[in-house]
């Protein structure tokens, strides 16, 4: 097969949610050139009428649906709607939220909202749209998890532990459907100033980040598109159960 090929989605159908923020959105971008039809989930219509029309404006073909990803009813509701038009090819779980509190000062209502967001979105997506792909023996889950899922952070203690829930749900998923033809992998992005991020970046923080990252630079939300489409695609066929690191450096840091 050639390179063209093994990286094509032309065809299928690619559901990405949290596709109205910036790093799942330059996602979408990539996926509508690569030639799958994508549906932007999220509340936001605004945010997504301004991707969906670069996408228009390249050739590519898009959607938006507006959905709460934490509402399993308004999730196979979707479903059910993109189904009567065909298959469902690939699902991107990426909305979140983050919080910079600190540890002795977090609320509950804020361990229940970024919990919701994070890890109840991501369970009920991988139910919802994995149960369609594991009737048809065939699909492509990507999760977004984080850097402070595996090397822990400060100041973002409930959003770390999250993202670790992510990708221990991820892991176990992918060894579960592993023989039924769904691949569910962990795209892990490094430090990218999208917009649930920029709250906790002041500028000691941005210092410290960038004295530790090797290429001495924040990741730009299109840099995140090559690994998600490897994810997607038949060029990772074999892969699953992996946690995709794009983060120019961070995590081979040390001294």
């Known amino acids: 097969m050639k390179p063209a090929e093994l990286f094509s989605l032309k065809g299928k159908t690619a559901v990405i949610i949290g596709g109205t923020g910036e790093l799942c959105g330059a996602i979408a971008e990539g996926f509508a050139a690569a030639g799958a039809h994508v549906v932007i989930v999220g509340r936001d219509a605004t945010k997504a009428e301004v991707r969906l029309s670069k ?12 959905c709460e990803a934490t509402d399993k009813s308004a999730l196979s509701a979707l479903r059910d709607k993109l189904l009567a038009r065909g298959p469902i090819d690939i699902l991107i779980n990426g909305a979140g939220t983050n919080s ?39 699909g492509s889950i990507i999760n977004l998890g984080s850097e402070s899922a595996i090397i822990p952070l400060s100041r973002v203690f409930t959003y770390s532990a999250s993202k670790a829930a992510v990708h221990n749900l991820s892991k ?7 023989g039924k033809g769904v691949r569910v992998n962990t795209l892990v992005p490094g430090f990218f100033p999208a917009e649930q991020n920029r709250k906790v970046l002041s500028p000691d923080r ?13 990741g730009e939300a299109h840099e995140l598109v ?15 159960g992996s946690e995709v690191i794009v983060d120019g450096g961070f995590s081979a840091q040390s001294i």
């Open 172 to 178: 176990n998923l992918a060894r579960e459907w592993a």
């Open 100 to 138: 910079p509190t600190p540890f002795l000062e977090i609320t509950e209502s804020e361990i229940d909202r970024i919990l919701s967001v994070n890890v109840k979105s991501v369970i009920l997506g991988c139910q919802v749209f994995g149960e369609v792909m594991v009737k048809a023996g065939r």
């Open 206 to 218: 941005v210092a410290s980040i960038l004295a530790k990252t090797p290429m001495g630079r924040f």
């Open 226 to 240: 090559g690994a998600a489409l490897f994810l997607a695609s038949q060029a990772g066929s074999f892969t699953t």
């Open 55 to 66: 996408i228009k404006a390249s050739g590519g073909s898009g959607e938006f649906a507006v």
